[in-house]
């Protein structure tokens, strides 16, 4: 049986370890056959990723600091030169200060906030322009062009949650710019969504106060009354990148158990 991802070609960034969800979906996309190509930020992270591309077999390594258009736009010029042609672009990338998750959101610096949003949000902007001409085009054989981008949310983009802070707006800007930019390349036949994932045990996500409290509630909150499998997400990452989600663009999709449809949790009756 063909695999779901077969003959297609996605670029992954934001894998910094074997523990982000960026790796999980990488790992999903590789067990469907797809060809995956891994970006790198820096020197310091690249051994770390072409390890994990040498584990995973992956097509490609290359190197691409979000932050800096030249990297972003050298990227799309080497995928262009060397014939790429993309189906799917996974941006799995966040940042925010460590101090500004560990005090009040009021008292967020002006740098503080800028950085979380260039990093966290611009930086989807940036890629979808740079990939988007490579996505629209025809592929090897002929067919219509067009390809599936995604990025990955979280519930502070609508609900305040504690610690979360600068994030959970940088968050919440992340969302209105799929629903943007779904709507700027649906004629190109390239869809746009975020998956919202639930707390998962990432290297980063540890560095937000009392995460491990946030683990613990949320799986006692959750209607399946667990916390959210990595792979559930790399699996969402699938169909969304696949042809089953062809008619799915400007969606945030929740993979979190359940959790986002509860609401403050009732002391229980003493009448």
């Not at 740098?111 to 611009?122: E, I, K, T």
């Not at 940036?126 to 219509?144: E, F, Q, S, W």
């Not at 305040?160 to 709507?183: D, I, P």
């Not at 996500?205 to 792979?231: C, H, Q, V």
Request: glycine residues 8%.
């Amino acid at each position: 049986m063909a695999q779901m991802l077969e003959g297609k070609t996605a670029l992954i960034l934001g894998v910094a370890n074997r523990w982000s969800l960026a790796y999980a979906i990488a790992r999903a996309f590789v067990r469907e056959d797809a060809n995956v190509i891994l970006t790198y930020q820096g020197d310091r992270q690249k051994q770390t990723v072409e390890e994990l591309a040498a584990e995973l077999k992956v097509h490609q390594v290359l190197p691409c600091d979000v932050t800096q258009d030249a990297q972003v736009d050298a990227l799309a010029s080497r995928l262009k030169d060397q014939g790429t042609v993309l189906n799917a672009v996974v941006h799995g990338i966040a940042f925010a200060n460590r101090e500004d998750l560990s005090r009040a959101f009021v008292e967020t610096s002006r740098s503080g906030f800028a950085l979380a949003q260039d990093v966290s949000v611009y930086s989807l902007v940036a890629v979808a322009r740079a990939t988007a001409p490579l996505m629209a085009a025809r592929d090897h054989n002929g067919n219509p062009g067009g390809g599936s981008l995604t990025t990955l949310t979280y519930l502070g983009s609508t609900r305040v949650v504690e610690n979360y802070n600068v994030m959970g707006v940088a968050k919440a800007a992340l969302e209105a710019s799929v629903r943007y930019l779904a709507a700027d390349l649906g004629p190109s036949n390239i869809r746009v969504n975020a998956i919202s994932a639930g707390a998962v045990k990432t290297t980063s996500a540890r560095g937000i106060r009392d995460f491990s409290k946030m683990l613990e509630g949320g799986a006692k909150m959750a209607p399946l009354r667990r916390n959210t499998d990595p792979a559930e997400v790399a699996d969402t990452a699938v169909f969304l990148a696949s042809d089953l989600g062809r008619g799915v663009t400007g969606n945030v999709i929740y993979v979190d158990a359940g959790a986002h449809i509860m609401g403050f949790a009732l002391p229980a009756s003493t009448s």
